[in-house]
């Protein structure tokens, strides 16, 4: 069986005048439904240009997309603006990161959510704000009726986040993208949503990308887990895999820098030295070489070459992008890291 | 709402008091003698103060404006207790030094000649503005929007009395299409009313069109940026749904507060227009009594302007709550 989203070599390049801004290079990933897939990575890694190439929001700006994208026998960057236009909302829908900018400040949450529905659906307005209200109540707004006639910025911030996700799951949509549905907000509303998305999830069906840079939201919430860096994807497997035994040094960078209860107060936190790369300025061969510990390991390959994405044993759907052999990692990891974990 | 609305006309109403006594003191201190002025030629010192006598002038300032207030609530009689004694009923805003009208009247003569360009003109600049804004830019960076921005800067820098005097000159002087601008009653003769009132509107629109051309491009450009567009757009909503119903709804709000605030100003008197094709509206009005001292024209047609300022300040303030759900009127 095919899964519902498949992307296939998938790259988009800004063209800016201080050069091509490679945004993402060839990535790959499929979601089947009913799974969820993590996206994780630092700010400008090109988590949030990917979902907004897989709803085709690219079309008709500067971004030269590449590679392929299938979302339900449907391929997104060939077809044109109409066709995609026709799956947004209906198939696949999208959750955004700041609520209240991304909600209409004119236009009440019940308006934006019938007009949501009223888009693909052959119904009457007052079917639709009907819709909006049965949304609401099962995302868990109170007393929906009278709330539908309120305004975004009447709602509290945990609120908005819900009426963004009545929105998204107003048709019904196989696909959902959310794009650090959690960030702005607190951690007991964070913990709220993300099991409101999974209820969601349980009763429709629906496969859901989850992008975001907090490793414990994935590891709770997700299936699988795709690691990226500058533009690329530097892991990808499923969450057990990959929190069990991560292969990159970004992966083991990111967990040893969680802080444990257990630990020492005094130590000062760990973290990985350096900072993300500029996209216009990509460090030369692996993105990573200038931060990553074990840079000397291969000798001078790390800064000359990229290193290709391969599974990490014959057969294995748990990939890697580095250098060093899954021997040397293995033990890498078992002495250095995971004494740390 | 209501409170709010009730505590703007009040204080609207003491903003005009106060003009009309900066109005006051300015003749007051001003070194000519509206006196001297109205006695002409053949003047001696005898006439002069009883023309002194009979316009109140000989009053000290708190005094002749103390009853010209009074004239605006209850009305007033000039020289009581005389056998020359008239009474103007309120509203009362006296009478012409130089045509001994009364100023209400003249006002109310001049005004419909102001509302017919202001109107008009008003019209014409929102449907040219903001289509060719629009379209600009929808069309941003193309050559539909280089040309429309550029036609609009060199129109925006353009001024009035160039612009008056050389469509005049072409379609009134050469081209004989359209007659002498000026005003008839629209109610009597429609057809000459509104050939008078082309070249005005065009003038006019020429100029401010240009203006609102740039200020709908640029709202509805930084508009397209925002989240709630890319929102519009995730919900699968037609390109043409989401400019109409998303962009331009979001940055109609900018336009209309400019729009309130130039159509008010502008019925104050479309001074330079008015005075650059002769056409007898408030404006006209008001640089002739100038020029003439007569100031309970001056003070007329300065409370007229005001007057329509500070409503248009108000009704766009109250618009603005209906416009911006955010904008709550305490």
Do not use: L
């Given at each position: 069986m095919s899964a519902f989203l498949e992307v296939k070599n998938l790259s988009v390049v800004f063209p800016t005048e201080d050069g091509r801004v490679q945004a993402v290079d060839s990535l790959s990933f499929s979601v089947e439904k009913g799974k969820t897939l993590g996206i994780v990575g630092e700010s400008g890694s090109g988590k949030s240009v990917t979902s907004l190439s897989i709803l085709g929001l690219?079309?008709?700006?500067?971004a030269e997309v590449t590679g392929e994208i299938w979302v339900d026998g449907t391929e997104i960057v060939s077809a044109n603006e109409d066709e995609v236009r026709k799956l947004r909302g209906k198939s696949m829908a999208m959750i955004f990161q700041d609520a209240l900018a991304a909600l209409h400040p004119y236009y009440t949450v019940g308006h934006q959510i019938a007009e949501a529905y009223l888009v693909h659906n052959k119904v009457s307005k007052k079917q639709a704000l009907a819709r909006a209200v049965e949304m609401l109540d099962r995302v868990g707004i109170p007393e929906p009726h009278k709330r539908?006639?309120?305004?975004?910025?009447?709602?509290?911030g945990g609120m908005r986040q819900r009426a963004m996700i009545a929105m998204a799951l107003s048709c019904n949509p196989s696909l959902l993208i959310a794009d650090e549905p959690t960030t702005a907000l607190d951690v007991t509303v964070q913990a709220q949503i993300l099991e409101l998305l999974r209820d969601l999830q349980k009763e429709f069906g629906t496969a859901i990308i989850l992008i975001t840079h907090d490793l414990g939201v994935v590891a709770e919430t997700a299936d699988d887990i795709l690691l990226m860096y500058a533009g690329k994807q530097i892991e990808y497997g499923t969450v057990r895999d990959v929190l069990q035994i991560p292969q990159h040094p970004y992966a083991w960078g990111l967990l040893t820098s969680i802080p444990r209860l257990t630990g020492d107060p005094n130590l000062p936190l760990t973290a990985i030295q350096g900072t993300p790369p500029s996209l216009i300025s990509v460090p030369s061969g692996c993105a990573f070489n200038p931060r990553c510990?074990?840079?000397?390991?291969?000798?001078t390959l790390c800064a000359s070459s990229v290193p290709d994405l391969l599974p990490?044993?014959?057969?294995?759907s748990h990939y890697v992008r580095c250098h060093m052999n899954p021997a040397l990692r293995e033990s890498i990891f078992t002495t250095q890291v995971r004494p740390h974990l | 709402m209501l409170k709010y609305t009730l505590r703007r006309i009040v204080s609207g109403t003491l903003v005009l008091g106060i003009v009309s006594a900066i109005v006051f003191s300015i003749f007051y201190i001003l070194p000519a003698d509206p006196a001297r002025l109205a006695?002409?030629?053949?003047?001696t010192p005898e006439l002069v103060q009883r023309i002194q006598v009979a316009l109140e002038l000989d009053q000290p300032l708190a005094v002749q404006y103390g009853r010209f207030i009074k004239g605006i609530f209850v009305g007033r009689t000039y020289l009581a207790n005389t056998d020359a004694a008239r009474t103007c009923s309120a509203p009362c805003l006296g009478y012409s030094y130089q045509t001994d009208l009364p100023v209400r009247q003249l006002l109310m003569d001049r005004l419909p000649a102001t509302l017919s360009i202001a109107v008009g003109a008003s019209i014409l600049w929102l449907l040219i503005g903001l289509s060719s804004g629009i379209i600009s830019a929808l069309r941003r960076g193309t050559w539909i929007d280089r040309t429309s921005q550029g036609f609009a800067l060199a129109a925006a820098s353009l001024q009035i009395y160039f612009v008056g005097l050389i469509l005049q000159f072409i379609f009134v002087d050469k081209l004989a299409w359209l007659p002498m601008p000026g005003y008839s009653s629209p109610f009597e003769y429609p057809l000459d009313w509104a050939k008078q009132m082309v070249l005005p509107w065009v003038t006019l629109a020429f100029l401010l069109s240009a203006i609102y051309s740039r200020l709908t491009r640029s709202g509805m450009i930084e508009t397209m940026g925002e989240d709630f567009v890319r929102t519009a757009r995730a919900k699968g909503l037609s390109s043409r749904d989401v400019n109409i119903k998303h962009v331009l709804r979001a940055a109609m709000t900018p336009i209309v507060t400019v729009f309130g605030l130039d159509l008010g100003s502008l019925l104050g008197g479309a001074v330079i227009t008015e005075y650059v094709f002769n056409i007898p509206g408030l404006g006209k009005l008001a640089t002739e009594a100038v020029s003439n001292l007569d100031l309970p024209v001056v003070t007329g047609t300065v409370l007229f302007a005001a007057f329509f300022i500070i409503t248009a300040n108000i009704v766009v303030d109250l618009l603005y709550s209906v416009l911006d759900p955010k904008v709550r009127l305490t």
């Open positions: 690219q079309k008709g700006t500067r539908i006639n309120d305004y975004p910025h009447q709602f509290s510990n074990y840079v000397d390991q291969v000798g990490i044993a014959q057969g294995q | 006695c002409g030629k053949s003047c």
